[in-house]
């Protein structure tokens, strides 16, 4: 599709790590006015091509190369909020400063630096209210620290900060990340009446159907199309169809011709039997033989290079088909010696109280497969890491009868420093340097990939290095604690996610907000800490 006026261009737009590793090559491309989704396998650029629009690569942190405009001012939401714990929510928010110089002249100082603080921006707060309002979000927020928030509270505070801003360009990283489902649904309004210029990624399905078109990013290049999310898969699906049916004639035609080189020299083998036969039965004179042999391997070379002509140009063209048929990575996951038989103890807390102030009764037998929901804040995450020994509890106490492994939300389990393989060889010290290979292979980390600096992994790449470190572990976990496992994921990886996962046969606790992902797992029972009734106070 055409775009009309620009409003982020690109011009031979290259990003290289460190280690060498190219995230962005050669990137050409327009963005229109209005709402853009962007789109692409994990590790194809997203992230990145966001940071270098927003400015927010650290010096040094990668080499960039071409040119990367935006029209306007830009603002940015990162798909992992850094923030100190201990940081008042006001400040995070940017209004600290205007909150005290509205509350010195509303208590009767004159100070010029009051007034200058204010620059006009008397109803700051209150816009940022009924954003908050918008969001979901108390209004005594403000005064809180950001330590006592969740991660999606945090989220949609920093959604809130650029709502206030009111930027020319808001670029959103996967902003839906860790909310539950009445806050997706807020952030999909947000996004849906965004009246402004947005480009947001994201792979949530029902947040893209809110755009305007839909760029995909895939193998160094942005491809547009027209609508949402539904129209962007059937236009992409119908391509990949022709593509598909271009390749078949394309590999029809090469064997054709290919046949037709076979025919050709088999015409020519047998013109050599009768000449050799006439040439013994007719004792023509030598200059004559020669002539008519001169004759014969030029007709010969014809034949042969018009053939080899047409096999090279048949060649070309399935060369060019096979380009256009996507061969997107595959992941493929296997989970040895997990199994768990039915009515074998796993897990079982007593009397506990979580540091949230949940009261908690679990019992987990045999394979069961139980999903933790709830919103955010009633302390989805802090049971997992209970469970999991990482936090201690207010009381009561934890039985785990099975070797554990936990997939933590932020993914910060391996050294970002490290590279893939040694940080999967440290969950399994003993397995032979081909082994972890090996394994990594089914994870998508093939060659030189696995010799990759974790630091350097996009958010679905990190993901699966995580997830192999936890599989390929020993001894292999039979309950697997799973903590918002499908976000950041691409449809390949969450395709062989939820297929690994049902030839699972251990046990499975998980925290996730996304009821596509819960339906499709198959799901036992499940644990509503909304529901819970808060324990005793410490």
Not at 108 to 125: K, P, T
Request: hydrophobic fraction near 40%; charge should be negative; glycine fraction near 10%.
């Amino acid at each position: 599709m055409s775009l009309p006026s620009a409003v982020i261009t690109l011009a031979s737009l290259t990003v290289t790590w460190p280690d060498g590793t190219t995230a962005l090559r050669g990137l050409d491309a327009r963005f229109g006015p209005g709402r853009t989704g962007l789109v692409g396998s994990n590790g194809s650029g997203k992230s990145t091509l966001l940071r270098v629009l927003a400015g927010a690569l650290p010096p040094g942190a990668a080499e960039v190369a071409g040119h990367a405009s935006v029209a306007g001012r830009v603002g940015y939401l990162a798909q992992d909020l850094t923030s100190a714990v201990a940081e008042p929510v006001d400040r995070f928010v940017g209004i600290a400063g205007l909150r005290a110089a509205r509350a010195a002249i509303e208590g009767g100082s004159l100070d010029q630096r009051h007034f200058d603080a204010l620059d006009g921006r008397w109803d700051a707060e209150e816009r940022l209210l009924a954003d908050l309002d918008r969001l979901g979000l108390p209004h005594d927020v403000l005064d809180r620290r950001l330590g006592e928030l969740s991660g999606g509270e945090v989220v949609r505070l920093g959604l809130a900060r650029q709502l206030l801003d009111a930027p020319d360009v808001l670029l959103l990283d996967e902003p839906t990340n860790n909310l539950d489902t009445a806050a997706r649904a807020r952030v999909h309004d947000v996004v849906g009446s965004w009246g402004g210029n947005l480009v947001v990624v994201s792979h949530d399905r029902d947040l893209l159907e809110r755009v305007e078109r839909v760029g995909e990013l895939h193998d160094g290049e942005l491809t547009w199309y027209a609508g949402g999310w539904s129209s962007y898969v059937e236009q992409r699906d119908a391509q990949q169809e022709a593509a598909a049916a271009a390749l078949d004639a394309a590999r029809g035609e090469l064997r054709r011709r290919e046949r037709g080189r076979a025919e050709a020299e088999q015409l020519l083998a047998q013109r050599r039997r009768v000449a050799r036969r006439t040439q013994a039965t007719q004792n023509l004179p030598k200059i004559l033989v020669n002539a008519r042999k001169n004759c014969a391997e030029g007709s010969a070379a014809s034949l042969r290079g018009t053939h080899g002509e047409r096999v090279d140009d048949a060649r070309e063209q399935v060369e060019e088909a096979e380009a256009r048929v996507r061969e997107d990575t595959s992941v493929r996951i296997d989970l040895p010696d997990t199994e768990v038989r039915r009515g074998t103890p796993v897990l079982e807390t007593r009397d506990l109280v979580l540091r949230t102030g949940r009261a908690i009764d679990l019992v987990v037998t045999g394979p069961e497969r139980i999903a933790v929901v709830g919103a955010n804040g009633t302390g989805k995450t802090t049971l997992l890491h209970t469970v999991a020994g990482l936090v201690g509890a207010r009381a009561g106490t934890v039985d785990v009868g099975v070797p554990l492994g936990l997939l933590r939300q932020r993914l910060d389990g391996l050294d970002p420093g490290a590279t893939v393989v040694d940080g999967v060889r440290a969950q399994a010290p003993e397995a032979e340097l081909q082994d972890v290979r090996a394994g990594l292979a089914r994870f998508g980390f093939r060659g030189a990939r696995a010799d990759r600096a974790v630091g350097s992994l996009s958010g679905g790449e990190r993901f699966r290095a995580e997830l192999a470190a936890l599989l390929l572990a020993r001894p292999a976990p039979r309950l697997l604690l799973l903590d918002e496992p499908t976000n950041n994921l691409d449809l390949a990886t969450y395709d062989a996610l939820l297929g690994a996962l049902a030839a699972y046969r251990g046990a499975l606790l998980v925290v996730s907000h996304d009821q596509r992902f819960l339906d499709d797992l198959e799901i036992d029972r499940v644990v509503d800490l909304s529901a819970e009734a808060p324990g005793p106070e410490a």
